[in-house]
């Protein structure tokens, strides 16, 4: 049995879909404040918060866990700069609960959902996990707390975890079942959609000076599906083989605000209202990854991330979300 914290929001709930796929049994332990019940199409469930040790040991014993899978944390970065406090209590005291709850049931394995905000500006492209770690945000600093406490747990507790740094995790189930729908929402895919969809009026380029082939930030955007598959991949990696690993989760190519914007429009067939606007402070030029090191050592191979497939599930998906369709 696999506990999944957070197993009701956007990528969480991939993860549970694509584990009881390939047999895993689940039981999601998520407080709602950010996902949906309904995401969570199979599994066992529990609606708690991180902040309650007690619920998260209850649930462990009562379900027989043997294994974690980390996603619940609050996962904005502009939000996480206005109020700090609740970030660091929510994914760093809340992580520290969980991992309280494994060692007093004797849970050792952990998979974590960590993120490129650890890397902060970068220095080299493509970013390999070797990288200086120095984020510009508190979101980010979250994430790397949580990291470097996950390593000294290791050492001193004989935790065995795996920290998955996912880049921009975008696309939906291609089955069309689950998909993204924060609020509020702060993802391009999405956000391009509303526009294109007139649930919004346009879409804000934030800086189109940039030095990159048309002007506007490029990013690595990689399939939902391929990132909850790469969680199959730690977990068997966990049981069986070395642990205290840092993955990146990337496709390896760089898309533009542009670039994603025409996709939309080849896509959706719809015209997708744009506006320039001045660049974001802290905001790099480009993000890509190199996930090599988990192409190597896992067997990990995005199999749909490229950008028409992310565009395409995505569209169907929030098209039947938002319109019914
Ligand atoms: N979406 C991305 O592109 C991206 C990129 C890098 C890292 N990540 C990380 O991946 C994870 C999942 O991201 P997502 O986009 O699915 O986010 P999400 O907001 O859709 O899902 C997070 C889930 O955690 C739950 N949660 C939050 N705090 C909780 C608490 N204290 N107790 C119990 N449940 C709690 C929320 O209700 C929600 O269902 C996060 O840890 C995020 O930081 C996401």
């Known amino acids: 049995m696999i506990l999944v914290t957070g197993g009701a929001g956007y990528i969480g709930s991939q993860c549970v879909k694509i584990l009881t796929e390939r047999g895993y049994r689940t039981v999601v332990f998520d407080n709602l404040s950010r996902g949906h019940r309904e995401m969570v199409l199979s599994g066992e469930w529990v609606q708690g918060d991180l902040g309650d040790g ?3 040991a209850g649930a462990i014993r009562r379900y027989g866990v ?3 899978v980390h996603f619940a944390a609050l996962a904005l ?3 996480s700069e206005e109020r700090p406090h609740e970030y660091y209590m929510n994914n760093v005291r809340g992580g520290l609960h969980l991992l309280d709850a494994m060692l007093k049931t004797g849970v050792d394995r952990i998979v974590f959902s960590s993120s490129a905000a650890v890397y902060g500006e970068p220095a080299a492209l493509p970013i390999e996990e070797g990288h200086p770690t120095r984020p510009t ?7 790397l ?6 390593r000294q747990y290791a050492r001193t ?3 065995r975890f795996i920290s998955l740094r996912y880049f921009n995790a975008a696309g939906a189930d291609p089955e069309g079942a689950i998909g993204e729908d924060h609020a509020p929402e702060t993802h391009l895919v999405p956000l391009v959609l509303d526009a294109a969809m007139g649930r919004r009026p346009e879409i804000t380029i934030h800086g189109a000076d940039y030095d990159t082939p048309d002007g506007t930030c490029i990013r690595d955007y990689v399939h939902v599906r391929d990132l909850a598959a790469a969680h199959v991949l730690a977990l068997d990696r966990l049981e069986k083989g070395p642990c205290g690993e840092f993955y990146n989760l990337g496709s390896g190519s760089g898309f533009s605000v542009r670039e994603v914007i025409r996709s939309a429009e080849k896509v959706t ?3 997708v209202p744009v506006k320039e606007g001045r660049r974001r402070a802290g905001d790099p030029a480009r993000l890509v ?5 988990i192409e190597k050592e896992l067997g990990w191979k995005p199999v749909c991330s490229d950008l028409d497939t992310i565009m395409d599930t995505a569209w169907k998906w929030h098209r039947r979300r938002f319109e019914g369709k």
């Open 289 to 293: 990854a190199s996930s090599r090191k």
């Open 269 to 271: 067939g719809l015209k």
């Open 77 to 79: 970065v502009g939000e």
């Open 54 to 56: 007690d619920a998260l």
């Open 145 to 150: 707390i949580f990291e470097n406490i996950l």
């Open 157 to 159: 507790y004989g935790i």
């Open 137 to 143: 945000n508190v979101y980010g600093g979250t994430k």
């Open 66 to 68: 043997r294994a974690v």
